[in-house]
């Protein structure tokens, strides 16, 4: 006990000797407040920008936006290798989204039958409807089972078989053999907790190294100088003090945006703000048309039940107690991809085959599994589906229905995590900045992402990140100074939403804008319904500027930082609606009515020989790019072709587009 207490004086010590008082820089009267700076190492105060909000200028060689399993992985990465890393983040991080990830992290480990990363390729590419880049899909697969033994190695407790290896349960859009060997079993899972387990051992781990972690700090812009980023403006929620953060590498890693939506599997905080900076520093966004709708949310709360379900044997019946994705997927069944499992359940519930008292959701079936079972390897499921449903899963069936999950498009990099633009026919590296996790598009998902393959990303792609960077740069490389004036709108704008005072509160623009999507974008899409939709989102647009907000303080102002999102979350909607309503074909998780087949250079229904090319301004097989104006919404889009082979054509041949069937 004795030398717990002596432990604690000398750490109480330690702090205080760091800490330092700084006065408030030319703070005018009616907006006074105080704040201090604990124990950051080389910050200082300065009053370029604002004389009304305490601006800190801080120097760092690596700085990363975001704590989930991709802002941590990158963060220690750099940490590891040298780098003096700040990591900002408006949740502390083991609050970060990746904690509700349920199912697993797919790894050709061959523990449950003989397995190989080339199938897991194929199965990644075939689920991609063909528009993942496959330099990047190679570069994920084969880096896996290294990722999963890392993480094993951290401390990660993976569910186990009874010889003690990793277990490994079926999930869909998984195959054996390039598709002809059967289901695969590739998903390690910590029974159906796995994110919650992986964001704790990553956090856990990153505490071995010297990172600075400012922690509900809320990352407001990029810092750019000629199409070079420098670093980050940010707001500490704790005392509205402003923070920029000069850094010669800038990481993003802000997750999805979900929230665009009304009826989502995402945290409230899943509001897309990294791709809404960079959106503002006037680069483009990639694929955002492509939004993934979990086949299984609860029926009215939109909580997720995991795909691990189907994995471990559930069925989806119908009213009729059909085991309707026989039908659909004679192969797969209940285990097709997420895209073909959500549309089967729409044309069921469509066609009058519903279940409960308005025929609008299905079911999901558990309880032919044996109790034992269930206890061991989906114990949060039956705990969720009794809080949210009222439902004991040993004895009834959960009401499931389509909820909008995940986000395929994102910032675009290239499979080493560098953020790219696309000028004249060539991908150009945007210097110092990189993007990994679901705010990045490597494109390893193209138009739908398997299951399971997102914890994979989120590890693969933080390190690729911490690697590329380490390459390059060397540890205390000598910055260039910053403009005074960097970051000078970001503290304008956030001054304007603080003191706004329009007719509407931010709350019901957020609600009109989920209820637009939720309504023009959804599981089905149609010309007509996405034109309206384009239009309604557009004047939905112009209402912030008639944004009212209540709270005039700057402690704890959540009204305000609520506003700041609100803006992030318009930009990514506009984004994927105009970009959804160009594509003028199905291709994985768009599917439109209008024109119900993927749009090739051949037809790949019918042999290739003797057909012509089409040519690329009128196929589909390309990346959307999508700018925006803020100031007026207006979207500007362009397109990128899709890489079509992998890093090394000897070890791992490309996969040409086929047919996608299950």
């Known amino acids: 006990?004795?030398?717990?207490?002596?432990?604690?004086?000398?750490l109480s010590k330690r702090v205080l000797s760091k800490t330092k008082a700084v006065p408030a820089a030319g703070v005018q009267g009616s907006r006074d407040f105080h704040f201090s700076i604990y124990g950051k190492k080389n910050a200082k105060v300065s009053d370029d920008i604002s004389t009304q909000y305490p601006v800190v200028d801080h120097e760092f060689d690596a700085v990363v936006v975001g704590a989930g399993g991709a802002g941590l992985r990158a963060a220690f990465g750099l940490s590891e290798a040298g780098f003096n890393t700040a990591c900002v983040t408006k949740l502390f991080p083991t609050r970060s989204h990746t904690v509700a990830a349920q199912g697993g992290i797919n790894a050709a480990l061959g523990n449950m039958e003989e397995d190989d990363w080339r199938w897991h390729f194929y199965d990644t590419v075939k689920g991609s409807d063909w528009l993942g880049d496959q330099d990047a899909i190679h570069y994920m697969t084969e880096q896996a089972p290294a990722a999963v033994v890392e993480l094993e190695n951290f401390g990660m407790p993976f569910s186990r078989t009874e010889d003690g290896k990793i277990y490994q349960r079926a999930f869909g859009g998984q195959s054996l053999k390039f598709g002809k060997g059967g289901q695969a079993h590739r998903c390690c899972c910590v029974a159906d907790r796995t994110g919650h387990s992986l964001l704790h051992t990553l956090y856990g781990r990153s505490l071995?190294?010297?990172?600075?972690?400012?922690?509900?700090?809320?990352?407001?812009?990029?810092?750019?100088?000629?199409g070079e980023c420098k670093g980050v403006i940010?707001?500490?929620?704790?005392?509205?003090?402003?923070?920029?953060?000069?850094?010669?590498?800038?990481?993003?890693?802000?997750g999805g945006y979900g929230r665009t939506f009304f009826s989502c599997t995402s945290a409230h905080t899943s509001t897309g703000d990294g791709n809404a900076m960079v959106t503002r520093a006037g680069l483009p966004c990639q694929d955002l048309e492509f939004v993934q709708f979990h086949p299984t949310g609860i029926y009215g709360a939109g909580c997720l039940i995991t795909e691990g379900c189907r994995g471990e044997g559930g069925i989806l019946l119908n009213s009729e107690g059909e085991r309707f994705m026989e039908r659909y997927a004679p192969n797969a069944k209940d285990l097709a991809s997420r895209d073909v499992v959500s549309r089967s359940m729409t044309i069921e519930i469509r066609e009058g085959r519903g279940v409960g008292p308005e025929k609008d959701h299905v079911y999901l079936q558990l309880h032919h599994l044996p109790p034992q079972q269930l206890a061991t390897r989906l114990p949060g499921i039956s705990e969720?589906?009794?809080?949210?449903?009222?439902v004991d899963v040993t004895k009834e069936p959960i009401p499931v229905l389509p909820t909008v999950h995940y986000n395929m498009g994102g910032i675009p990099t290239n499979y080493k995590g560098q953020v790219i633009t696309h000028t004249e026919g060539k991908d150009e590296v945007v210097p110092g900045l990189y993007a990994c996790g679901e705010s990045a598009c490597a494109s390893v998902h193209g138009a739908n992402r398997l299951g399971a393959n997102s914890l994979l990303d989120l590890v693969v792609f933080g390190r690729a990140c911490a690697l590329t960077i380490a390459e390059e740069h060397k540890p205390g490389e000598k910055l260039s100074p910053l403009a005074p004036s960097a970051g000078e709108e970001s503290v304008a704008n956030l001054d304007k939403l603080r003191f706004a005072n329009g007719s509407q509160r931010t709350s019901e623009i957020?609600?009109?804008?989920?209820?637009?999507m939720q309504a023009h974008a959804a599981v089905f899409r149609t010309g007509s319904v996405l034109k309206e939709g384009c239009d309604k989102m557009d004047a939905i647009y112009q209402t912030l500027e008639d944004i009212k907000t209540f709270d005039r303080g700057i402690v704890w102002n959540t009204d305000l930082v609520e506003s700041l999102e609100l803006q992030n979350l318009m930009l990514n909607a506009v984004q994927t609606i105009n970009s959804a309503e160009q594509r003028k074909e199905s291709r994985g998780a768009h599917a439109r009515e209008d024109f119900k087949d993927r749009?090739?250079?051949?037809?790949?229904?019918?042999?290739?020989?003797?057909?012509?090319?089409?040519?690329y301004e009128q196929h589909w097989r390309k990346h959307t790019m999508s700018y925006v104006d803020p100031k007026t919404g207006k979207v500007t889009l362009k397109y990128r072709p899709v890489i079509d082979h992998s890093l090394d054509e000897q070890e791992c041949a490309a996969v040409p587009p086929a047919i996608r069937s299950y």
Do not use: W
């Not at 957020?510 to 637009?516: A, D, S, V």
């Open 1 to 10: 006990m004795a030398s717990v207490r002596v432990a604690s004086r000398l």
């Open 208 to 226: 071995r190294y010297d990172t600075s972690y400012f922690v509900e700090y809320f990352a407001l812009d990029l810092l750019m100088e000629n």
């Open 234 to 254: 940010a707001l500490c929620m704790e005392d509205g003090s402003i923070h920029r953060f000069r850094a010669q590498n800038t990481v993003i890693a802000t």
């Open 384 to 390: 969720t589906a009794m809080i949210f449903a009222g």
């Open 510 to 516: 957020r609600l009109n804008m989920q209820k637009t």
């Open 599 to 615: 749009i090739d250079e051949y037809d790949y229904s019918k042999p290739l020989q003797g057909q012509e090319k089409v040519p």
